[in-house]
């Protein structure tokens, strides 16, 4: 069992999933991600972590081509998802976004029923024939959202009703319905108590089967916890990244110990 | 680390678990020290004052262990952090060992005050047990300094305490087969000295963790141990 484990911790052989070269981003004139390269793997926890305002959540939605929706944000620089630059003139964003889904730090469930909240990406990218289909998607999606059990007697009750952990793990639900290959979480958990808390990172364990997960944290004990592979931006620019294990106990960067051990740097 | 962290009261639990640890390693110090010279000078006192003395360094070795329990549960520490906690743990463990041994010494030297004295062999003890103070010493610093460079020159040295003891051992098997009178005398000064030669491998494993505290890597084992004695006879004594 434990040899198995080191096994797996050793290999860390996963596909790339995402490939980032030489990506700035930039909001009017000031200049948030600085020349940042990361390879993502597949089937991969990878935490972001950095002080507030280093920029890890404008590189995290680069990733899924969120930034577009900001008039002033200019990102430079290839991302390509399994080898396909993701910001092609061809590639929809939308259908993008179903491929590389978001869980942001609020839990933000639509008003409206559990039941609807999970089909609402489902119905737009009409990936379900008939309803038997889509109960079927529906059930699926909230049992890999870890919260089948605790609503599967009151899908038409509305999301907005559930408590703060349920509704993360329905906004996750939600997220994992339209069949997305990656889940980008930004700090999916700041707004949950412990035991929500402790409940999300089991099931983001779990996505890492099916997933490659990235999430932004600023609790660096849940990057540690969570994630196999841990990026340390600080200032706009990837300081360090490398296999979580490491960068816990022995970093490279002198920024990265400063910033982990809570020292004044 | 030269920074502080940003909760002063972290900084001042890792400095009083270290703080702890270095009043142990001068208790160990002078415990080998004061051993060897109480086994060379029949100094009953001394020998006393040593084996009274072990209870002091088992005592902090607990409270080392119970505050770097603490500081793991309470702040979670990583990084450099983190390898300054296992190694406190590690060192003082070490450091409780050599204890022991010294009071061994000690208690031996209760015995071999009342036979007489064989050859010149408890001087090369304690020369012995002097080398290895002198490795613990540098040790110490080299973990109160951070220097590397130091830890590995101390895990170098312990190749000589490895040979000084099978000079020890060649000797003290020359004087057994001379008088069988001798034997209880160097029964007693064969287990001292192999006591000494245990403290030289705690002491090199101390420097070795302060190679690892520094540098986040255990030294390679480049070394071959020098005890020869597994393989001695008393052929061509
Ligand atoms: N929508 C936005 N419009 C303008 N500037 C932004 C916007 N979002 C983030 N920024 C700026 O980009 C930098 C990085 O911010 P952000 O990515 O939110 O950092 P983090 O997630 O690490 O706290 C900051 O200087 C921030 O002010
Ligand atoms: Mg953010």
Not at chain 1, 223 to 245: C, I, M
Not at chain 2, 96 to 121: H, I, Q
Request: charged residues 30%; aromatic residues 4%.
């Amino acid at each position: 069992m434990n040899d198995m484990r080191l096994l797996q911790r050793t290999q860390g052989m996963n596909d790339i999933k995402i490939q980032a070269n030489g990506v700035d981003v930039f909001y009017a004139d000031n200049h948030a991600i600085k020349d940042v390269s990361v390879e993502i793997e597949d089937k991969t926890v990878t935490a972001f972590i950095g002080p507030s305002g280093c920029g890890k959540s404008t590189f995290l939605r680069c990733l899924n081509r969120m930034n577009d929706t900001i008039d002033i944000c200019k990102v430079t620089g290839d991302i390509l998802l399994d080898g396909e630059d993701i910001y092609d003139p061809k590639v929809d964003p939308v259908q993008l976004r179903a491929k590389v889904g978001m869980v942001f730090q609020k839990p933000n469930p639509f008003p409206k029923s559990i039941y609807d909240n999970v089909a609402y990406g489902p119905r737009i990218h009409g990936l379900a024939k008939n309803k038997a289909e889509l109960d079927e998607i529906i059930e699926k999606s909230l049992r890999r959202g870890a919260i089948w059990d605790e609503v599967k007697d009151r899908l038409k009750q509305p999301g907005t009703g559930l408590s703060g952990g349920q509704q993360q793990r329905l906004c996750i639900a939600r997220a994992i319905a339209t069949e997305p290959e990656v889940l980008l979480m930004d700090e999916p958990c700041s707004a949950l108590d412990p035991i929500a808390t402790a409940q999300v990172e089991e099931l983001i364990d779990e996505l890492k089967q099916n997933y490659s997960v990235v999430i932004v944290t600023h609790s660096m004990q849940q990057a540690a916890r969570v994630s196999q592979k841990t990026a340390f931006f600080h200032l706009g620019s990837l300081v360090e990244y490398g296999e979580t294990g490491k960068i816990f106990t022995n970093p490279e960067d002198s920024r990265t110990e400063s910033y982990i051990t809570g020292r004044i740097g | 680390m030269i920074d502080p962290h940003i909760a002063s009261a972290f900084d001042r639990d890792l400095e009083t678990i270290q703080a702890m640890l270095m009043k142990m390693g001068g208790l160990v110090e002078t415990a080998i020290l004061e051993g060897a010279e109480a086994l060379e000078h029949r100094d009953l006192d001394k020998a006393e004052k040593v084996r009274s003395g072990d209870k002091a360094i088992d005592r902090l070795e607990e409270q080392v262990n119970e505050e770097a329990t603490r500081v793991i549960a309470l702040r979670a520490p990583t990084a450099s952090d983190l390898r300054t906690v296992m190694t406190v743990i590690k060192i003082s463990a070490n450091l409780e060992r050599c204890g022991d041994y010294a009071k061994n010494m000690a208690k031996r030297t209760t015995v071999l005050a009342e036979t007489p004295p064989v050859g010149s062999a408890s001087v090369s003890i304690r020369k012995l047990a002097r080398e290895v103070q002198l490795m613990l010493k540098d040790a110490l610093d080299s973990y109160i300094q951070r220097d590397a460079d130091l830890a590995m020159q101390v895990i170098e040295r312990d190749e000589d305490v490895d040979q000084i003891y099978n000079a020890l051992f060649r000797e003290l098997l020359t004087h057994m087969m001379e008088d069988p009178r001798n034997i209880t005398p160097c029964m007693h000064l064969h287990f001292v000295a192999k006591n000494c030669e245990r403290m030289g491998d705690h002491v090199t494993s101390i420097a070795e963790q302060v190679v690892y505290l520094v540098t986040g890597s255990m030294p390679d084992d480049g070394r071959n141990k020098q005890d020869a004695t597994p393989y001695m006879t008393d052929e061509g004594l």
